[in-house]
């Protein structure tokens, strides 16, 4: 909190875009698991394993905006 105060009082990226310093946790949490996945499909089913799961997480949730997830199907 400290520093977006700062930030806003003195004229910076909060003063005129708030978001922007909002999401650092988010970029170092995209950045530890990665933007992409390959699953199995197999006859017609996702090979998790007995106990996965998948789940589509956005870290940078503090604005308001559309969000796509492509798929891309590859093989015989």
Do not use: W
Request: hydrophobic share 30%.
């Amino acid at each position: 909190p400290l520093h977006r105060q700062f930030s806003k009082d003195n004229g910076g990226a909060m003063a005129t875009r708030p978001a922007s310093l909002l999401n650092g946790d988010a970029h170092c949490k995209a950045t530890l698991l990665g933007s992409d996945k390959t699953f199995i499909i197999k006859n017609g089913e996702i090979l998790t394993g007995t106990y996965g799961y998948i789940y589509f997480v956005d870290y940078d949730g503090n604005r308001s905006r559309r969000r796509n997830c492509h798929l891309c199907a590859m093989g015989i």
